[in-house]
């Protein structure tokens, strides 16, 4: 079973740049019909998706977001990654990475999900 595990440093500075991997095993990043995503559920808030990129490397991102994030895949790894630059505190959140059917969801039931990691942003 595809299974995903999220990774990087748990805090960050104001304005520096969010990095993280996800490590994928059980399935390929590189097989069709799939998109590999980010969800993040800051404090006492709903998931918020972030952004996806496809099996052939189009990517996708949440518009307000945009200008700030990368992802990036790496399949000779089975990873991909998100960049998140220029963070504040308002970008605390527990981030998940997920393998999804549908590039921009939430919903847990139409993918695959890791089990999260808690990213603080504060000086």
């Known amino acids: 079973q595809v299974q995903l595990q999220e990774s990087g440093p748990g805090l960050v500075k104001p304005s520096q740049t969010l990095s993280l991997t996800c490590t994928v095993s059980?399935?390929?990043?590189?097989?069709?019909?799939?998109?590999w995503s980010w969800i993040r559920q800051p404090p006492g808030k709903g998931l918020e998706w972030v952004g996806a990129i496809g099996s052939s490397g189009s990517t996708y991102y949440r518009p307000s977001l945009k200008s700030r994030t990368s992802i990036s895949k790496y399949s000779s790894r089975n990873q991909f990654t998100l960049q998140l630059r220029s963070v504040t505190p308002e970008d605390t959140a527990v981030y998940y990475c997920a393998r999804v059917s549908i590039f921009d969801t939430v919903r847990r039931d139409l993918g695959y999900w890791g089990q999260g990691t808690q990213v603080t942003v504060s000086s």
């Open positions: 059980g399935g390929s990043i590189t097989t069709d019909y799939y998109y």
